[in-house]
């Protein structure tokens, strides 16, 4: 293993959602996932996503989805919540989004990849490090905790990411409910950073025109969005705030898992990463403004 550089702290949360966050990506944006929830009767692609998404916590009505995912319009949920639950039961959900994300790592992994020593080695790793994820106080990642650990390495690892991801996601939501920053503007300061377009984070999340320009309106009034719709110094203040606090937020496991181990799971990680954002299993325009860790990157 190559030297490391000494990343440590909420540096360290962030690099390793970036180098574990494509492999659970799939479960949205790979074939395998549409057909799974095509599957199950879902109309369109967000259907799939808001029934896939929220089912580890049961059949919940329209408005707790809006709430825990936060940044999207109410109307955006409710096209989709609760009618997924009439077309399947949550428990169906939760076992399609595992035969789609099964289909689509296979495809872009390979069954000798699936099958390796590598692969079992990063999800023991993974595993224990997302034993370590916070819950208190963090819906959907105490819904993805209470899921059974699948017994193919390839689905644990899988599933290990995903509530590390979800418990960092909740986390990221407590700190923008500290800053008082509503869902609207949370995306207006996001989008003036430059990370993502933004009218396409705006019609993806479902917010009016009218909608958008009164949280902007907002921000202004509070001096942290300038009329250029470029974040001030206040604005750019507040946003390291929260991605910092959304970090410290998310360090349990790699603290629990250890320096070596936690550099043992990006070295395995990585080629499966590679794999499937070359196989275009990762958007790389996401609505995160995520970009994988890259090779000559070290944690």
Not at 132 to 150: H, V
Not at 153 to 170: C, F, I, N, Y
Not at 179 to 200: I, K, Q, S, W, Y
Request: glycine share 8%.
């Amino acid at each position: 293993m190559s030297p490391r550089d000494d990343v440590s702290g909420p540096a360290l949360a962030r690099k390793m959602w970036r180098a574990l966050e494509p492999f659970h990506a799939v479960t949205y944006f790979a074939p395998e996932s549409k057909a799974a929830s095509d599957a199950l009767g879902c109309k369109g692609w967000w259907m799939g996503y808001f029934g896939f998404r929220s089912a580890p916590l049961g059949p919940v009505a329209p408005e707790v989805v809006t709430a825990t995912f936060y940044n999207f319009h109410p109307s955006r949920a409710a096209r989709a919540v609760p009618d997924v639950w009439q077309i399947a039961t949550a428990e169906q959900f939760v076992e399609a989004r595992l035969r789609g994300v099964d289909g689509a790592l296979r495809r872009f992994l390979g069954d000798e990849v699936i099958e390796s020593s590598e692969m079992a080695e990063a999800a023991e790793l993974a595993g224990r490090a997302s034993a370590a994820a916070q819950t208190a106080g963090r819906p959907l990642a105490a819904a993805n905790a209470a899921l059974a650990t699948p017994g193919e390495p390839h689905l644990a690892l899988w599933q290990a990411q995903t509530l590390l991801r979800e418990s960092r996601g909740d986390a990221h939501i407590a700190a923008l409910v500290t800053a008082e920053l509503d869902p609207c503007e949370t995306l207006v300061m996001f989008a003036a950073e430059g990370n993502v377009e933004p009218d396409r984070l705006r019609t993806s999340r479902a917010w009016s025109e009218e909608e958008w320009a009164a949280a902007a309106e907002r921000l202004r009034g509070r001096g942290l969005l300038a009329d250029d719709a470029t974040l001030t110094s206040s604005g750019s203040e507040l946003r390291r705030w929260v991605e910092e606090r959304t970090d410290r937020g998310s360090l349990a496991p790699w603290d629990a898992l250890g320096p070596v181990d936690t550099d043992r799971l990006v070295d395995l990680v990585a080629p499966f990463v590679q794999a499937i954002a070359a196989g275009g299993g990762f958007m790389t325009g996401n609505p995160m403004g995520l970009r994988p860790l890259s090779e000559n990157e070290k944690v």
